[in-house]
Nanobody, 119 residues
Framework: HVQLVESGGGLVQAGESLRLSCAASGTIFSINSMDWYRQAPGKQRELVAG???????NYIDSVKGRFTISRDNAKNTVYLQMDSLKPEDTGDYYC?????????????WGQGTQVTVSS
């Protein structure tokens, strides 16, 4: 059984920063990729940032230059440093991890953490 727990969300003003964390616990196998998604009120969930192989990162255009994703393999944790936050960054942020066991891959989700950016 694998559990992902996010933390670090909160209420901030535009221009401020937040750092989200997502730690995996339980029976951890090889973690292939770690991603952060967000879902704004009334909108679909979207991929914000991802990291694979420890070094390959990708970001949605609207956060490039402001958000940084990183991972700590020893702690089975992925981070999302969010700087220069904007009101449009408001939403529920979810982490996901893809883990490989033998020839099969498993996708796990966290419960989400809320980020609210006021103007």
């Amino acid at each position: 059984h694998v559990q992902l727990v996010e933390s670090g969300g909160g209420l901030v003003q535009a221009g401020e920063s937040l750092r989200l964390s997502c730690a995996a616990s339980g029976t951890i196998f090889s973690i292939n990729s770690m991603d952060w998604y967000r879902q704004a009120p009334g909108k679909q969930r979207e991929l914000v940032a991802g990291i694979a192989g420890g070094v390959y990162t990708n970001y949605i255009d609207s956060v490039k230059g402001r958000f940084t994703i990183s991972r700590d393999n020893a702690k089975n944790t992925v981070y999302l440093q969010m700087d220069s936050l904007k009101p449009e960054d408001t939403g529920d942020y979810y982490c996901s991890m893809t883990m490989r066991r033998g020839t099969r891959e498993y996708l796990y989700w966290g419960q989400g953490t809320q980020v609210t950016v006021s103007s």
